[in-house]
C-alpha cells in the first residue's frame, strides 16, 4: 500500500484560483524514508496469522491429496488482504520470474486481480502476465488457457491467488439456478483449471465472495476452506490485538530509524489511547498503518524525537475525518448507528481530541 501523509505544504502558489507547483516538497526526504519503510513493513498480527495458517495447511495438504481443497479468503478492505498475498509469495515464491533468451524461472505463486470486464479470456491474458509473459496475447480464450497450463506446467506453478473475486458479480447473478450464463461461464473456466492442473486456487475478495462459491455447488465442493480477515476489536483487558499492532509497528519504526526518533508512547500502557485509535480507524490495520505513517511523518517534521498521541491528533485531524468513520467502527447495524447519532452530529470528531468521559460514550456505542 503506497500512502503519502496529508499534509498540507506551508507555501504554495496559485494562478487562477489553482494550485500550482508548491514552493517545497510534498514531502521531505525524511518523511519519504518513513513512508516508504512503513509501506513495506508486514506486521503479522494475530488477525492475520489465522487466515496465512490456515492458507498455508491447504497448500502442504494439497501435495499429498489425490483430490484437491481450495481455500476462499474474504475481509472487508482494509483488513489485509494484499499484506496476505504478499507474506504468501514471500513464503512459497521465488524472485527471479522474467523471461532470460527463452528461458523462465520457477514461479510457484501465480498472483492477479479479477478486473471487470470479466471473460474467460481476460481471466488467462491477466494470468500469463501475472508469470510475466507478455507475448501473443491476442489470442483466443482457448489458445491463451492452452498455453497458459503449458506455462504453469514449465514455471513449476502451484500456488494461484486471484484476488478481488468478487468482481465475478458483475457478470450478473441471476439466471437458471440464480448465476447468469456469463459468470457460470467464468465458473466453470475456474473449475477446468482447477481440474487440468495440481494448482491450489486462493480466491481472496470482500465478503460476498462466499455467495459466489455457493451459487456452484461443483465449486462449493472444490473451495472447502474458508478464512475471514477481520478488523480488530475494541480494546479490552482480554483482547489488545489493535494495542499490540500499533506498537509493533512503532517498535519497527523507532529502532530501524533511530536517526530520527528515539521513543513512543506505548498504547497497551495507555488505555485511552487505544480506544481513540480504534475510533478513528474502525480497527482496520490499513487505517492503523495510515494513521501511524501521518504521525511519525508529523513528528519528524517537528523535530519531535518521541512520537506521541498528540502527534496521532495532528494527524486524523490532517485527513479531515467525517463522523461517518467513527460510525464505521461500529459493526452496521441500525441500533449502532442511532446509539451513535443521539451522541453526535454530523459534526466531524476528531477522537484523540474528545474528552474521556465522551469517548467511554462512543466505545460504549460501539459495543451495542
Known sequence: ???????????????????????????TPEEAEISRYLSELIIPHSLLNEAYKGAQRVIERNNVLSELDHAVIVGESGCGKTTLCDIIQKEYGDQETEFRLGYQFKMPVLITSIKSPVTNRSLARNLLRAMGDETALNGTSHVL???????????ETKVIILDESHDLFTLGARGKNGVSKELGAALNWIKALINRTKVTVILMGLPQTIDLINSDEQLARRFKSTFHLKTFSPPSESDTGLADFVDDLLTFLTVS???????????????????????????????????????????????????????????????AETNARIKMACTHTREQHDAMDQLYT??????????TAELVALIGAARV
Open 257 to 319: 530509524m533511530e536517526q530520527y526518533f528515539d521513543d513512543y508512547t506505548a498504547f497497551n500502557d495507555h488505555r485511552d489511547c487505544a480506544n481513540r485509535l480504534y475510533l478513528a480507524t474502525g480497527g482496520s490495520p490499513a487505517r492503523v498503518k495510515a494513521l501511524v505513517m501521518d504521525a511519525a511523518c508529523l513528528a519528524v517534521k517537528a523535530k519531535d524525537r518521541i512520537i506521541t498521541a498528540a502527534h496521532f491528533e495532528m494527524a486524523f485531524h490532517s485527513t
Open 145 to 155: 488457457t492452452e498455453r497458459l497450463i503449458l506455462q504453469m506446467e514449465h514455471i
Open 1 to 27: 500500500m503506497n500512502h503519502q501523509c496529508h499534509v498540507i505544504p506551508e507555501s504554495t502558489a496559485t494562478v487562477n484560483g489553482c494550485l500550482t507547483q508548491p514552493a517545497t516538497p510534498i514531502l
Open 346 to 355: 454530523d459534526k466531524a470528531i476528531n477522537p484523540f481530541a474528545v474528552p
